[in-house]
């Protein structure tokens, strides 16, 4: 039995000499050492912890929270960046869209400063046309040729108005330094002073914007 059971473990060898009188040698298998030194192995390395392996102490509740506040001020900060910056490129968009827009509108602006001293001479020469054509003078083409020249004034007054430019009519108003220029005082004769009594030359606005002011003369109290 005894050499059954030392047979699980190495191979049973008789002994020489003296040895072989009821003793018996066995030849250790590899893997009974093997399994005793990787034991003896896994205890050693199952020995005291490396002090590098163990847990960090966690933070302290108030360092936690004074991290927490100085994040929050860096989020209300970056935000309130963030705002500013998307404001400043609203107002530059919308004044961008502005220029475009007025580029739009008064890019015509001193073509039309030019056309309307046509207007002026059509007009005086119109005025003069209608004066000389009287009903005492029986010229019948000094009359069509007044009557033209009314067509022209009209046409061209339309076309004015089709493309923003419009005359002002500021007699009976008040004076406007934006709009109009003094160019004489006369008695307020049944108009109150400071109105417009006459104008000596039409003003002129593009798009709600003066770009001839009207000579104008400006009522004043008579002094007697």
Same mark, same amino acid.
């Given at each position: 039995?005894? =050499?059954r059971?030392l047979?699980?473990?190495? @191979?049973?060898l008789?002994?020489?000499? =003296?040895?072989?009188r009821g003793?018996?040698?066995?030849?250790?298998?590899?893997?009974?050492?093997?399994?005793?030194? $990787?034991?003896?192995?896994?205890?050693?390395?199952?020995?005291?912890?490396?002090?590098?392996?163990?847990?960090?102490?966690?933070?302290?509740?108030?360092?936690?929270?004074?991290?927490?506040?100085k994040?929050?001020?860096?989020? $209300?900060?970056l935000?309130e960046?963030?705002?500013?910056?998307l404001?400043?490129?609203?107002?530059?968009?919308?004044?961008?869209?502005?220029?475009?827009?007025?580029?739009?509108?008064?890019g015509?602006?001193s073509?039309?400063?030019?056309?309307v001293?046509?207007?002026d001479?059509?007009?005086?020469?119109a005025?003069?046309?209608?004066?000389?054509?009287?009903?005492?003078?029986?010229?019948?083409t000094?009359?069509? +040729?007044?009557?033209?020249?009314s067509?022209?004034?009209?046409?061209? $007054?339309?076309v004015?108005?089709?493309?923003g430019?419009q005359?002002?009519?500021?007699?009976?108003?008040k004076?406007?330094?934006?709009?109009?220029? +003094?160019?004489c005082?006369?008695?307020?004769?049944?108009?109150?002073?400071? @109105? +417009?009594?006459?104008?000596? $030359?039409?003003?002129?606005?593009?798009?709600?914007?003066?770009?001839?002011? =009207?000579?104008?003369?400006?009522?004043?109290?008579?002094q007697?």
């Open positions: 039995m005894a =050499a059971s047979r699980r473990f190495g @191979t049973v008789p002994l020489g000499g =003296a040895a072989r003793s018996l040698y066995f030849r250790e298998s590899p893997c009974v050492f093997s399994t005793a030194a $990787q034991q003896r192995s896994t205890g050693d390395e199952c020995g005291p912890e490396d002090p590098r392996d163990e847990p960090r102490h966690p933070l302290s509740d108030c360092a936690l929270e004074h991290k927490t506040i994040l929050e001020e860096q989020v $209300q900060d935000t960046r963030y705002r500013k910056a404001a400043d490129s609203e107002k530059v968009r919308r004044r961008t869209q502005k220029f475009v827009e007025d580029a739009k509108l008064f015509i602006q073509f039309c400063r030019d056309l001293e046509v207007a001479i059509l007009e005086k020469t005025e003069s046309a209608a004066e000389e054509a009287e009903p005492s003078n029986p010229n019948p000094l009359k069509k +040729i007044c009557e033209g020249l067509l022209i004034e009209a046409k061209l $007054q339309s004015f108005a089709k493309h430019l005359k002002m009519n500021p007699v009976g108003g004076y406007d330094p934006y709009d109009h220029e +003094i160019v005082h006369v008695p307020a004769e049944g108009m109150q002073p400071g @109105t +417009i009594a006459l104008v000596t $030359q039409d003003g002129y606005k593009l798009h709600g914007r003066t770009i001839r002011h =009207a000579l104008v003369g400006v009522a004043v109290e008579s007697e």
